[in-house]
């Protein structure tokens, strides 16, 4: 018999076994700022990139030493400053049973930082410029030599807003963590409106009023920009034509005589409308209040006038133009108790993978976005502060709409403020897309237009905050979504949506179900100061049951847009949606949402001519159930535009009266809750869980 010694079999079983418990429990890797790679990452001799601890786990994976209960990667407290995207592929993946945690130390902050933070400010002493300045602003405005910190990168300004793609944003001033103006006229929160334009250039909005031609310009009022001696980087922010489609424009050409403006291409957006709302911004001359700043660009200088003492606060400027964390087809990875900040772009993106979590983690002060979850399954966003982006929160898509398969991507027990900083429009807190996404116990305040957007199929909208939302903006729904036949299956349950605004043409809404969105279910929820609580916009298959609203003005809209035979109402049914019905599969569609059935009876049922042309009338807002509803003050009813009160179904709803609230205060969802003998509970009306509502306690 041929072999090993016997002694050499005995010392690989004892390696064996050495190896399988050491693989048993989960390994530990450190890493600190003042670390070093070249140690191994024990608890005292840390590493100093996360590209170090990345590539070592990557080195266990090789050589057979994954352990089975997975791997946690300790960061001390401080800042890792990012010149590119710490990205992970699939060979970077967790288990179910041992993920990949990446997370801050116990009790010490950890910050994951896009950008510089500034030193060497000091008073200008540029004749050129104090004589630009305001002033008032000479004593107070300070000058930082950038290139002589080595910053000479800054990015550019670009067309952004309504309608343009998504690029990485131009570089910003954070001034102790909150974002600082960019030098504007007027000052935040004030605007100037377009006086007119050209009357040669004049055409029709289609809604009896008139539009400017974009490539004509617009007229303003006022001397005020003959004070600005160099307007070569000139923007301007506007509301062109509508309060639902702002957008930034390089002014092009500015006719000191004729106060009229023509911008660059792509021009604004739906041409130009007398009484608009506009401001001028990237101006020196106007940097004349605390917290705004100028950047020269070719001279590498900022100038900033500081809303308190420079030498304690931190002044950053956002630099990369990439997220600060990229996964990519990577899966049961997690991301725990860090701080991202201060790019240029979003702070993380995932495509595809599955299980990934940014749990417990601050994202702020963002060029974009602060999560894109692009496809994948069960990735997760908990218990995260989402505070001042560029563009929206968490955009979230996952799941296959041609099978109905769900993504179950979720987004759980955040907090989102100050969303839409610069694009406004359609950049929510959570945008949500693809099939079977869940949004659950956030809560979502100030932000200029919608709090959660939504479009595709099953998701479950659930115990969310909103409140003082559509700040900037009008025709916009705190939760909305349009144009759709298909987008069926969505439930928007036990909310509390309060003091809504709206400074905008068109209102705005709690719940907007826009230009004939159909078969939403609207339970449970709580509507308090709401404009419009809930509007169905033309409209079909709605329930919306069991929800109470309070001084709402009105609690329900319901118009008939569908049958307008003008343009673009008709267009919208004729095309659009007939469209968007076709590209689905009609049978498994027909049999998960048996209620599409009842457009055969416009469109044309299967098997038979399609009724098109001059034969098609339009689609009615028919089976809209509304029951076991309370209202108390404000409106009730508005129904209008080729929509009659006879195509709601109404049963049990309580109108005006005292439904017995358990307290006449009004400060939180608790404060709508009834008593157990309130005659509301006789309809069938079941109480709404308050107590869930908003954020809540977790890991």
């Known amino acids: 018999m041929t072999g090993r010694p016997a002694h050499a079999l005995l010392i690989l079983s004892m390696c064996a076994l050495v190896a399988s418990v050491s693989t048993a429990s989960a390994r530990e890797l450190y890493v600190a700022p003042d670390g070093s790679d ?102 107070q405005v300070l000058h930082c030599d950038l290139k002589g910190l080595g910053v000479t990168t800054f990015g550019e300004m670009k067309s952004r807003g309504f309608g343009r793609q998504t690029t990485p944003a131009h570089c910003e001033l954070f001034f102790n963590a909150t974002p600082m103006t960019l030098a504007r006229w007027p000052n935040d929160g004030a605007w100037e409106k377009i006086v007119g334009f050209p009357k040669e250039s004049a055409t029709s909005d289609g809604h009896g009023g008139q539009l400017g031609k974009l490539s004509e310009g617009f007229t303003y009022e006022g001397d005020r920009p003959r004070r600005w001696q160099n307007t070569d980087d000139l923007w301007v922010h506007g509301y062109w034509a509508w309060d639902w489609a702002n ?37 020196l ?95 997760g966003v908990v218990g995260c502060n989402l505070f001042d982006t560029g563009d929206g929160g968490v955009q979230m898509d996952g799941g296959d709409r041609s099978t109905l398969t769900p993504g179950r991507n979720y987004v759980e027990n955040c907090h989102f403020k100050r969303q839409g900083r610069w694009s406004k429009c359609y950049v929510p807190a959570i945008d949500i897309k693809g099939v079977g996404q869940r949004v659950s116990h956030n809560l979502i305040h100030d932000h200029p237009h919608c709090a959660i957007l939504f479009a595709g199929n099953d998701h479950l909208i659930e115990y969310n905050e909103i409140h003082h939302v559509a700040m900037e903006t009008g025709d916009v729904g705190a939760i909305y979504s349009g144009r ?83 343009s673009p109402w008709r267009n919208n049914v004729d095309q659009g949606m007939r469209q968007s019905l076709a590209r689905m599969p009609r049978a ?84 709508f809750r009834l008593k157990e003998d309130s005659p509301v509970f006789k309809t069938g009306f079941r109480p709404i869980p308050v107590e869930k509502i908003g954020l809540r306690r977790d890991e």
């Open 247 to 283: 957008s930034y424009e390089r002014v092009d050409r500015i006719d000191l005589r004729q106060r009229r403006v023509k911008t660059a291409p792509p021009h604004g957006l739906y041409g130009f409308r007398a009484g608009q709302r506009i401001y001028f911004l990237n101006v």
């Open 484 to 566: 759709d036949y298909t987008f069926r299956g969505i439930r928007i349950r036990h909310n509390f949506i309060h003091h809504t605004g709206s400074a905008g043409n068109g209102g705005s809404m709690g719940v907007y179900l826009d230009d004939c969105l159909s078969g939403v279910g609207v339970f449970g929820n709580l509507f308090y100061k709401v404009q419009w609580a809930v509007f169905m916009g033309g409209g079909r298959d709605h329930v919306v049951e069991n929800n109470v609203f309070v001084d709402c003005e009105p609690t329900l809209r319901l118009d008939g847009r569908g049958l307008d035979p003008s």
């Open 38 to 139: 070249e140690h191994s990452g024990a608890p005292d001799q840390p590493l100093a990139t996360l590209e170090a601890a990345r590539d070592t786990i990557r080195g266990w994976k090789r050589g057979g030493q994954w352990p089975a209960a997975g791997v946690t990667v300790w960061l001390s407290g401080g800042d890792y400053v990012r010149s590119t995207t710490f990205a992970l592929t699939a060979i970077d993946s967790g288990t179910p049973e041992g993920p990949v945690v990446w997370r801050a130390a116990e009790g010490e902050t950890v910050r994951l930082l896009g950008g510089r933070t500034l030193t060497g400010f000091k008073p200008v002493t540029e004749p050129a410029v104090l004589e630009r300045l305001d002033s008032k602003a000479r004593s």
């Open 588 to 671: 498994l569609y027909r049999k998960r949402y048996p209620a599409l059935k009842g457009l055969d009876a416009y469109y044309g049922a299967p098997g038979k001519p399609e009724i098109t042309g001059d034969d098609f009338k339009g689609v009615p807002p028919e089976h809209n159930l509304v029951a076991r509803n309370v209202c108390v003050g404000g409106k009730w009813l508005h129904v209008s535009w080729f929509a009659e009160p006879e195509q709601l179904d109404l049963k049990d709803n309580v109108v005006g009266g005292d439904p017995g609230f358990v307290t006449d205060a009004r400060d939180s969802a608790s404060d």
């Open 285 to 379: 001359e106007e940097l004349d209040q605390p917290g705004e700043w100028y950047l020269d660009r070719e001279k590498a200088s900022l100038y900033f006038w500081p809303p308190t003492p420079i030498d304690s606060a931190e002044a950053m400027l956002s630099l990369i133009d990439q997220p600060l964390l990229e996964l990519e087809d990577v899966s049961h990875v997690s991301f725990r108790d860090l701080a991202f900040e201060a790019t240029r772009s979003s702070a993380v993106e995932i495509r595809g993978g599955r299980g990934n979590r940014i749990a417990n983690c601050v994202l702020r002060n963002l060029g974009n976005y602060g999560v894109k979850i692009q496809g994948g399954m069960d990735h």
